[in-house]
């Protein structure tokens, strides 16, 4: 049995595993991806909003090129330092469910490699599922045909095709950028009057440009009715209008993964659970981190106010243990 298992190897996952080793408690770390998935998911040539002493772990420093680091600089630093530290991490491992009590708690789980389950115990459990696989949809007809994505890689395999770009933030127009200049004729589509203002301050300008210059298609105040095979049908001001389009990527965010949250019955204020100070669940050992407890709050939440998460749900479980350790 360890003193503390972590479920999601993401940035504000791995935060939790350092803090627990520097604060002498066994670990354990269950990832259903590789180290750092949520980082591999993002697109390719991403670069981060954040400088990189933001996203930094554990007191090591993330080198990059840029004044911001990008997707593969960060990929490679989480991974570096996991290996660094020697954290306990097993991956293509995915929990299924918490079962039982603070200081004896038992996670199902699933090797996705070999279809085996597998019980680990535990004294306490951090959940730090984060989002990243689990996007807003639109909740329209055609959803779910086979030219349609909820997430973006990268602009090759849209050479020379017609994109929609559906969605007003960060995602949705880095990747109508990134389509625009990988050769793809796109267009992108906000039921907004104008994309989002906390868009990145350097993608921004270079968006409006080539609106201007008409290099990308912005089809404002528009609302998604349906998707059909070759097209989107849309709901705008003047009346339905109808957009060409031979993929269509729905980039409009995401919401917590939450799953494990609610199979384990924690109690919930709205579409969050009730979390304390030190983001214990009402299920007392329980604690989620980072943004899989906060519903679709999901911009509020990042790496770096993740990590202080982290840090407050482990040098509680620090304390907690230390106590029982002493106590007659």
């Known amino acids: ?84 530290e020697g954290l306990r991490v097993l991956t293509y491992l995915e929990a299924l469910g918490v079962e039982g009590e603070e200081g004896a708690f038992r996670i199902l789980a699933k090797d996705l490699l070999r279809g085996e389950e597998r019980v680990f115990p535990a004294r ?90 008409g290099s990308i298609r912005a089809v404002m105040e528009a609302r998604v009715k349906a998707i059909e095979p070759g097209r989107v049908l849309l709901e705008r001001p003047g009346g339905e209008e109808v957009l060409e389009a031979d993929f269509v990527l729905v980039l409009i965010g995401y919401r917590a993964e939450d799953t494990l949250l609610r199979r384990a019955g924690v109690a919930y204020e709205g579409e969050r659970p009730r979390l304390s100070p030190s983001f214990e669940t009402s299920l007392r050992g329980l604690f989620a981190v980072g943004s899989c407890a906060f519903g679709p709050d999901t911009r509020s939440v990042f790496i770096e106010n993740g990590r202080e998460h982290a840090e407050a749900a482990l040098k509680e479980i620090a304390r907690r243990l230390d106590r029982n350790r002493v106590a007659p």
């Open 1 to 84: 049995m360890v003193d503390v298992l972590v479920v999601g190897a993401g940035p504000v996952g791995l935060a939790a595993a350092l803090w627990a080793k520097r604060l002498g408690l066994t670990h354990l770390v269950l990832e259903r991806g590789t180290v750092a998935h949520t980082v591999y998911r993002f697109p390719r040539e991403m670069v981060f909003f954040s400088e990189a002493k933001n996203i930094e772990i554990g007191g090591h420093p993330l080198p990059s090129q840029g004044p911001k680091p990008t997707r593969r600089e960060a990929l490679l630093y989480y991974q570096k330092v996991a290996e660094r």
């Open 124 to 213: 306490y459990v951090v959940l730090a599922t984060g989002y990243f696989d689990r996007p807003n949809r639109l909740g329209v007809p055609g959803e779910e045909l086979p030219h349609v994505r909820h997430r973006y890689e990268e602009a090759a395999p849209y050479f020379g095709r017609k994109v929609a770009v559906v969605g007003g933030s960060n995602s949705a127009v880095e990747a109508a950028l990134d389509l625009y200049r990988g050769g793809a004729e796109v267009a992108l589509v906000h039921r907004g009057t104008w994309v989002r203002p906390s868009v990145k301050y350097w993608l921004l300008p270079d968006f409006e440009n080539r609106v201007k210059e």
